[in-house]
């Protein structure tokens, strides 16, 4: 993965995953007629990173069906968190409707990554 905003703006940057939240739908997962086994997992998953340029973002979405042929899910839309402040709300996420819900106040620090690739990444 990398950061979109980066990329359009020719800047290289590092990703940082800060882990995500998903809605607590039950599910059972199948066999179909075929025998073939569906994994249909209608939560949403938002996922949260940031980039040592200082953007920052949200993925939401379902996860795919492993079955072939198959098209639930898979789908993640990348949505923009503008906020200027440095961190995010860790526990925000988007409700059904699209809007940003905040549940905490508790933010991530950003890990602003001044010295841009010094660190021996290879
Ligand atoms: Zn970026
Ligand atoms: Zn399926």
Known sequence: MKCEKCVEAGQKSR?????GMSTLM??????D???VYHHHDGNRKTNHYSCSK?????????????????????????REIDDPRVGYPARSFYNDSG????????V???A???TDGSDGDA
């Not at 990703?15 to 882990?19: C, I, P, T």
Request: aromatic share 12%; with cysteine.
């Open 15 to 19: 990703v940082n995953s800060h882990g």
């Open 26 to 31: 039950g599910y059972s997962p199948y066999y």
């Open 33 to 35: 007629e075929d025998g």
């Open 54 to 78: 200082g953007h920052h973002w949200v993925e939401v979405g379902t996860k795919a069906c492993p079955a072939e042929g198959c098209d639930f899910g898979g789908v993640f839309e990348r």
């Open 99 to 106: 809007s940003l819900r905040i549940g905490q106040s508790e």
């Open 108 to 110: 991530i620090p950003m």
């Open 112 to 114: 602003v990554d001044r």
